[in-house]
Nanobody, 123 residues
Framework: QVQLVESGGGLVQAGDSLRLSCAASGRTFSSYNVGWFRQAPGKERNFVAVISWSGGRTDYADSVKGRFTIYRENAKNTVYLQMNSLKPEDTATYYC????????????????WGQGTQVTVSS
């Protein structure tokens, strides 16, 4: 079992930055691939970014490429999502998810999920 807790969300203005954290407890977190997904009200859950267990591979949705950076500190059992140049369309609840085998863009491939953190970007 892995327990995930997101933090760092908030209300910001367009162009601002935020850093989201995904803190894990439980089994060895360093063996898990971790993804970030987001979901706006009334919309489906969408892929944002993913990082491999070692941190050696990353992948981003086109909509955030060049603005968001995913990275991890396994010694702290934490994965981060640095979000720069935020836009109103980035407004959503952001979730982190973990899986030992899956490394992909499909939310249903991930076993463990956090409760989400709200990001609101005003124009």
């Amino acid at each position: 079992q892995v327990q995930l807790v997101e933090s760092g969300g908030g209300l910001v203005q367009a162009g601002d930055s935020l850093r989201l954290s995904c803190a894990a407890s439980g089994r060895t977190f360093s063996s898990y691939n971790v993804g970030w997904f987001r979901q706006a009200p009334g919309k489906e859950r969408n892929f944002v970014a993913v990082i491999s267990w070692s941190g050696g591979r990353t992948d981003y949705a086109d909509s955030v490429k060049g603005r968001f950076t995913i990275y991890r500190e396994n010694a702290k059992n934490t994965v981060y999502l640095q979000m720069n140049s935020l836009k109103p369309e980035d407004t959503a609840t952001y979730y982190c998810a973990a899986d030992e085998r899956r490394y992909g863009r499909n939310w249903y491939e991930y076993v463990y999920w956090g409760q989400g953190t709200q990001v609101t970007v005003s124009s």
